[in-house]
Antibody
Protein backbone atom coordinates (compact mmCIF):
# COMPACT_ATOMS: atom_id res chain seq x y z
CA UNK A 1 0.00 0.00 0.00
CA UNK A 2 1.45 3.34 -1.03
CA UNK A 3 2.04 5.75 1.83
CA UNK A 4 3.20 9.37 1.88
CA UNK A 5 4.49 11.15 4.97
CA UNK A 6 5.24 14.85 5.33
CA UNK A 7 7.99 16.02 7.66
CA UNK A 8 9.47 19.35 8.63
CA UNK A 9 9.20 22.20 11.15
CA UNK A 10 5.76 23.06 12.42
CA UNK A 11 6.70 26.66 13.15
CA UNK A 12 8.41 29.07 10.79
CA UNK A 13 9.19 32.74 11.38
CA UNK A 14 7.90 35.42 9.02
CA UNK A 15 10.24 36.18 6.07
CA UNK A 16 11.99 32.83 6.47
CA UNK A 17 11.77 29.74 4.25
CA UNK A 18 9.35 26.90 4.88
CA UNK A 19 10.88 23.51 4.09
CA UNK A 20 9.00 20.22 3.97
CA UNK A 21 9.87 16.74 2.75
CA UNK A 22 7.52 13.98 1.63
CA UNK A 23 8.74 10.41 2.01
CA UNK A 24 7.08 7.85 -0.23
CA UNK A 25 6.90 4.21 0.88
CA UNK A 26 5.29 1.15 -0.66
CA UNK A 27 6.08 2.32 -4.18
CA UNK A 28 8.75 4.01 -6.26
CA UNK A 29 8.79 7.74 -6.84
CA UNK A 30 10.63 6.95 -10.08
CA UNK A 31 7.60 5.32 -11.67
CA UNK A 32 6.94 6.86 -15.08
CA UNK A 33 3.19 6.74 -14.44
CA UNK A 34 2.90 9.29 -11.68
CA UNK A 35 3.56 12.88 -10.70
CA UNK A 36 4.00 14.14 -7.14
CA UNK A 37 2.44 17.25 -5.71
CA UNK A 38 2.06 19.66 -2.81
CA UNK A 39 -1.33 21.07 -1.78
CA UNK A 40 -2.14 23.30 1.17
CA UNK A 41 -5.22 24.15 3.19
CA UNK A 42 -5.39 27.17 5.52
CA UNK A 43 -7.29 26.44 8.74
CA UNK A 44 -11.01 26.24 8.03
CA UNK A 45 -10.55 26.99 4.33
CA UNK A 46 -10.31 25.20 0.99
CA UNK A 47 -7.54 23.49 -0.94
CA UNK A 48 -4.83 25.21 -2.98
CA UNK A 49 -2.46 23.47 -5.38
CA UNK A 50 1.10 24.65 -4.81
CA UNK A 51 2.98 22.67 -7.44
CA UNK A 52 4.12 19.27 -8.62
CA UNK A 53 7.14 17.38 -9.89
CA UNK A 54 7.94 14.41 -12.11
CA UNK A 55 10.69 11.98 -11.15
CA UNK A 56 12.83 13.39 -13.95
CA UNK A 57 12.81 16.75 -12.17
CA UNK A 58 10.28 18.55 -14.38
CA UNK A 59 8.30 20.97 -12.24
CA UNK A 60 4.87 22.59 -12.50
CA UNK A 61 3.98 25.51 -10.24
CA UNK A 62 0.91 27.54 -9.40
CA UNK A 63 1.63 30.99 -10.88
CA UNK A 64 0.29 32.61 -7.70
CA UNK A 65 3.19 31.09 -5.72
CA UNK A 66 5.76 30.43 -8.43
CA UNK A 67 8.14 33.22 -7.44
CA UNK A 68 8.52 31.74 -3.94
CA UNK A 69 8.28 27.98 -4.53
CA UNK A 70 10.88 25.35 -5.29
CA UNK A 71 10.00 21.66 -5.52
CA UNK A 72 12.74 19.07 -5.88
CA UNK A 73 13.00 15.27 -5.99
CA UNK A 74 15.54 12.83 -4.56
CA UNK A 75 14.90 9.49 -6.22
CA UNK A 76 17.64 7.75 -4.19
CA UNK A 77 15.70 8.50 -1.01
CA UNK A 78 12.22 8.17 -2.58
CA UNK A 79 11.46 11.70 -1.42
CA UNK A 80 10.37 15.03 -2.83
CA UNK A 81 10.56 18.38 -1.12
CA UNK A 82 8.96 21.80 -0.95
CA UNK A 83 10.59 25.12 -0.20
CA UNK A 84 8.47 28.25 0.16
CA UNK A 85 10.41 31.45 0.73
CA UNK A 86 9.53 34.77 2.34
CA UNK A 87 6.62 33.32 4.28
CA UNK A 88 3.94 35.41 5.99
CA UNK A 89 1.02 34.56 8.26
CA UNK A 90 -1.03 33.92 5.10
CA UNK A 91 1.12 30.83 4.48
CA UNK A 92 -0.10 29.20 7.70
CA UNK A 93 -1.81 26.01 6.56
CA UNK A 94 -1.90 22.25 6.61
CA UNK A 95 0.48 21.14 3.88
CA UNK A 96 -0.24 17.87 2.09
CA UNK A 97 1.92 15.87 -0.27
CA UNK A 98 0.10 13.64 -2.72
CA UNK A 99 0.42 11.48 -5.83
CA UNK A 100 -1.11 12.47 -9.16
CA UNK A 101 -2.63 9.80 -11.40
CA UNK A 102 -0.34 10.88 -14.20
CA UNK A 103 -0.77 14.08 -16.18
CA UNK A 104 -2.75 15.36 -19.15
CA UNK A 105 -1.66 17.42 -22.12
CA UNK A 106 -3.75 20.42 -22.95
CA UNK A 107 -3.44 23.65 -24.91
CA UNK A 108 -2.64 26.98 -23.33
CA UNK A 109 -4.30 30.19 -24.46
CA UNK A 110 -1.29 30.79 -26.70
CA UNK A 111 -1.73 27.44 -28.42
CA UNK A 112 1.22 25.74 -26.71
CA UNK A 113 0.93 22.23 -25.31
CA UNK A 114 0.92 22.31 -21.52
CA UNK A 115 1.33 19.37 -19.15
CA UNK A 116 -1.09 19.48 -16.21
CA UNK A 117 -0.81 16.99 -13.34
CA UNK A 118 -3.99 14.94 -13.01
CA UNK A 119 -6.22 13.89 -10.09
CA UNK A 120 -4.65 13.08 -6.72
CA UNK A 121 -5.20 9.53 -5.58
CA UNK A 122 -2.90 9.11 -2.59
CA UNK A 123 -2.36 11.75 0.07
CA UNK A 124 -0.19 12.16 3.12
CA UNK A 125 -1.87 12.87 6.44
CA UNK A 126 -0.83 16.53 6.24
CA UNK A 127 1.31 18.66 8.49
CA UNK A 128 0.34 21.99 10.04
CA UNK A 129 2.85 24.75 9.47
CA UNK A 130 2.33 27.94 11.44
CA UNK A 131 4.08 31.16 10.46
CA UNK A 132 4.62 33.24 13.55
CA UNK A 133 7.39 35.06 15.36
CA UNK B 1 -7.21 30.30 -14.46
CA UNK B 2 -10.43 28.32 -14.24
CA UNK B 3 -12.57 29.25 -11.22
CA UNK B 4 -14.78 26.48 -9.86
CA UNK B 5 -17.92 27.46 -7.96
CA UNK B 6 -19.61 24.79 -5.88
CA UNK B 7 -23.22 24.89 -4.76
CA UNK B 8 -24.84 24.78 -2.38
CA UNK B 9 -22.36 25.86 0.27
CA UNK B 10 -24.09 23.62 2.80
CA UNK B 11 -26.51 20.78 2.12
CA UNK B 12 -28.60 19.36 4.98
CA UNK B 13 -30.01 15.90 4.33
CA UNK B 14 -30.91 12.72 6.19
CA UNK B 15 -29.35 9.26 5.83
CA UNK B 16 -31.01 7.37 3.01
CA UNK B 17 -31.71 10.51 0.99
CA UNK B 18 -30.15 11.42 -2.34
CA UNK B 19 -27.52 14.18 -2.49
CA UNK B 20 -26.78 16.28 -5.55
CA UNK B 21 -23.73 18.55 -5.46
CA UNK B 22 -22.90 21.01 -8.22
CA UNK B 23 -19.60 22.34 -9.55
CA UNK B 24 -19.64 25.07 -12.19
CA UNK B 25 -16.53 26.18 -14.05
CA UNK B 26 -15.80 29.71 -15.28
CA UNK B 27 -14.78 28.21 -18.64
CA UNK B 28 -15.03 24.83 -20.27
CA UNK B 29 -13.00 22.07 -18.60
CA UNK B 30 -10.98 20.31 -21.27
CA UNK B 31 -11.91 16.68 -21.89
CA UNK B 32 -13.91 16.55 -18.65
CA UNK B 33 -10.74 16.55 -16.57
CA UNK B 34 -12.65 17.04 -13.35
CA UNK B 35 -12.31 15.21 -10.02
CA UNK B 36 -14.29 15.05 -6.80
CA UNK B 37 -12.87 14.57 -3.30
CA UNK B 38 -14.37 13.87 0.11
CA UNK B 39 -12.76 15.33 3.23
CA UNK B 40 -13.65 14.53 6.82
CA UNK B 41 -12.45 16.63 9.78
CA UNK B 42 -8.78 16.13 10.54
CA UNK B 43 -8.25 13.93 7.50
CA UNK B 44 -6.71 14.33 4.08
CA UNK B 45 -9.03 14.51 1.08
CA UNK B 46 -9.98 11.20 -0.56
CA UNK B 47 -10.37 10.88 -4.32
CA UNK B 48 -13.88 9.77 -5.28
CA UNK B 49 -14.26 10.55 -8.99
CA UNK B 50 -11.84 11.44 -11.79
CA UNK B 51 -12.45 12.18 -15.44
CA UNK B 52 -15.86 13.55 -14.39
CA UNK B 53 -17.45 10.11 -14.08
CA UNK B 54 -14.91 7.39 -13.28
CA UNK B 55 -14.96 6.07 -9.73
CA UNK B 56 -11.62 5.76 -7.98
CA UNK B 57 -10.50 2.43 -6.57
CA UNK B 58 -12.62 1.24 -3.66
CA UNK B 59 -15.30 3.94 -3.97
CA UNK B 60 -18.85 2.58 -3.47
CA UNK B 61 -21.18 2.72 -6.46
CA UNK B 62 -23.59 5.02 -4.62
CA UNK B 63 -21.17 7.78 -5.65
CA UNK B 64 -21.47 8.90 -9.26
CA UNK B 65 -20.20 11.84 -11.27
CA UNK B 66 -21.57 13.41 -14.41
CA UNK B 67 -21.32 16.50 -16.56
CA UNK B 68 -19.15 18.13 -19.17
CA UNK B 69 -18.09 21.57 -20.34
CA UNK B 70 -18.79 23.92 -17.46
CA UNK B 71 -21.35 22.01 -15.39
CA UNK B 72 -20.56 18.96 -13.29
CA UNK B 73 -22.49 17.02 -10.66
CA UNK B 74 -21.62 14.60 -7.89
CA UNK B 75 -24.54 12.41 -6.85
CA UNK B 76 -24.72 10.21 -3.79
CA UNK B 77 -27.69 7.92 -4.36
CA UNK B 78 -28.47 6.91 -0.76
CA UNK B 79 -26.62 8.69 1.99
CA UNK B 80 -24.84 6.61 4.58
CA UNK B 81 -23.82 8.11 7.95
CA UNK B 82 -20.16 8.10 6.88
CA UNK B 83 -20.91 10.26 3.81
CA UNK B 84 -21.41 13.45 5.80
CA UNK B 85 -18.30 15.47 5.06
CA UNK B 86 -16.99 18.30 2.88
CA UNK B 87 -16.77 17.68 -0.88
CA UNK B 88 -14.42 19.46 -3.28
CA UNK B 89 -14.26 19.49 -7.04
CA UNK B 90 -10.95 19.99 -8.86
CA UNK B 91 -10.14 20.63 -12.49
CA UNK B 92 -6.93 19.54 -14.20
CA UNK B 93 -7.79 20.37 -17.77
CA UNK B 94 -6.01 23.70 -17.62
CA UNK B 95 -3.05 25.06 -15.73
CA UNK B 96 -3.05 25.87 -12.91
CA UNK B 97 -4.92 23.05 -11.22
CA UNK B 98 -7.77 24.61 -9.22
CA UNK B 99 -10.26 23.49 -6.59
CA UNK B 100 -13.78 24.60 -5.77
CA UNK B 101 -14.46 26.13 -2.39
CA UNK B 102 -16.27 23.04 -1.13
CA UNK B 103 -19.79 21.89 -0.22
CA UNK B 104 -20.45 20.79 3.35
CA UNK B 105 -22.88 17.88 3.52
CA UNK B 106 -24.40 17.81 7.00
CA UNK B 107 -26.93 15.62 8.77
CA UNK B 108 -30.39 17.12 8.94
Amino acid sequence: QLQLQESGPGLVKPSETLSLTCTVSGGSISSSSYYWGWIRQPPGKGLEWIGSIYYSGSTYYNPSLKSRVTISVDTSKNQFSLKLSSVTAADTAVYYCARHRGAVETYSGAGDIVVVPAALDYWGQGTLVTVSS
Amino acid sequence: EIVLTQSPGTLSLSPGERATLSCRASQSVSSSYLAWYQQKPGQAPRLLIYGASSRATGIPDRFSGSGSGTDFTLTISRLEPEDFAVYYCQQYGSSPVTFGQGTKLEIK
